[in-house]
Nanobody, 119 residues
Framework: QVEFVESGGGLVQPGGSLTLSCTVS????????MAWYRQDPGKARVRVAA???????HYADSVKGRFTISRDNAKNTVYLQMNGLKPEDAAVYYC?????????????WGPGTQVTVSP
């Protein structure tokens, strides 16, 4: 059973920074492309950043230049460094496999971590 455990969320003022972490159980993490998603209440979950197994990255236009995704395969962990936070970045953030991956096809999600951006 694969488990995703996100952490690092919190309350931050506009312009502030947070670093999210997600640890994944099991021994196939290093071979999976990973992604961070976020979800507002009543809306669909959307992908904001992705990193391939080889370290190539991709960002949604809304976060490009402000967010940085990285991974540590030795720790089965993927990170999301968020700078210049805006009120519209507030959401619950989740990690999972990127589109088409084994992880995502499992349909399992962790509890997520809440990010609140407010003065």
């Amino acid at each position: 059973q694969v488990e995703f455990v996100e952490s690092g969320g919190g309350l931050v003022q506009p312009g502030g920074s947070l670093t999210l972490s997600c640890t994944v159980s099991g021994n196939i993490f290093s071979t999976n492309h990973m992604a961070w998603y976020r979800q507002d209440p009543g809306k669909a979950r959307v992908r904001v950043a992705a990193i391939s197994s080889g370290g190539s990255t991709h960002y949604a236009d809304s976060v490009k230049g402000r967010f940085t995704i990285s991974r540590d395969n030795a720790k089965n962990t993927v990170y999301l460094q968020m700078n210049g936070l805006k009120p519209e970045d507030a959401a619950v953030y989740y990690c999972n496999g990127d589109t088409g991956t084994y992880y995502l096809r499992l349909g399992l999600w962790g509890p997520g971590t809440q990010v609140t951006v407010s003065p």
